[in-house]
T-cell receptor, first 110, second 116 residues
Framework: GQNIDQPTEMTATEGAIVQINCTYQTSGFNGLFWYQQHAGEAPTFLSYNVLDGLEEKGRFSSFLSRSKGYSYLLLKELQMKDSASYLCAPLSGGYNKLIFGAGTRLAVHP | DGGITQSPKYLFRKEGQNVTLSCEQNLNHDAMYWYRQDPGQGLRLIYYSQIVNDFQKGDIAEGYSVSREKKESFPLTVTSAQKNPTAFYLC???????????????FGPGTRLTVT
């Protein structure tokens, strides 16, 4: 079967660091995406990991461990505008479909 | 500017009526997708198309239909057979020559459909 687990909600303080974890089980695996989605808007691309390890892109970093079925998104120097949902989406091997988790709602407080 | 357009942003219909949601892209992407999003839930795949004149059912295709007669367009019809049609509908596209990541999906702004 296919299953994605990520925390439903998280809160953090402006300027801090937060790590959003995701565990997954999919039929085949061709990499993992992280998307950001503000309320009522379309998801926007943050990162794509296909190999194990850490990918850094400015304030955002994403880590992947294929053997553990585990990824995390690390957000540094949090800003109020980072308040959004963060969607973990493994790329399923069969037809290269993205399988979306329910998302983690992050609230950043002053 | 290249992108994906969905119109309208808000749509209201009476129960029992079919309604068609539009999705157009000028990114020259081969693949297009329709998702449904309900409060507190992730995106669920309704239909997807990897090439013109071909499409496959996703995880929740019942009560929906699509067509892909042109590369740029992938309209979704929500039929009266769909039991709970009120939702936020998102269209996406991916792939095509020149794209940095062939699997990255680009999303349209979404259509919020309310059926009463």
């Amino acid at each position: 079967g296919q299953n994605i687990d990520q925390p439903t909600e998280m809160t953090a303080t402006e300027g801090a660091i937060v790590q959003i974890n995701c565990t997954y089980q999919t039929s085949g695996f061709n990499g993992l995406f992280w998307y950001q989605q503000h309320a009522g808007e379309a998801p926007t691309f943050l990162s794509y990991n296909v190999l194990d390890g850490l990918e850094e892109k400015g304030r955002f970093s994403s880590f992947l461990s294929r053997s553990k079925g585990y990824s995390y998104l690390l957000l540094k120097e949090l800003q109020m505008k980072d308040s959004a949902s963060y969607l973990c989406a493994p790329l399923s091997g069969g037809y290269n479909k993205l399988i979306f988790g329910a998302g983690t709602r992050l609230a950043v407080h002053p | 500017d290249g992108g994906i357009t969905q119109s309208p942003k808000y749509l209201f219909r009476k129960e029992g009526q079919n309604v068609t949601l539009s999705c157009e892209q000028n990114l020259n992407h081969d693949a297009m997708y329709w998702y449904r999003q309900d409060p507190g839930q992730g995106l669920r795949l309704i239909y997807y198309s990897q090439i013109v004149n071909d499409f496959q059912k996703g995880d929740i295709a019942e009560g929906y239909s699509v067509s892909r007669e042109k590369k740029e367009s992938f309209p979704l019809t929500v039929t009266s057979a769909q039991k709970n049609p009120t939702a936020f509908y998102l269209c996406a596209s991916s792939g095509g020559s020149g794209t940095e990541n062939t699997y990255e999906q680009y999303f349209g702004p979404g259509t919020r459909l309310t059926v009463t």
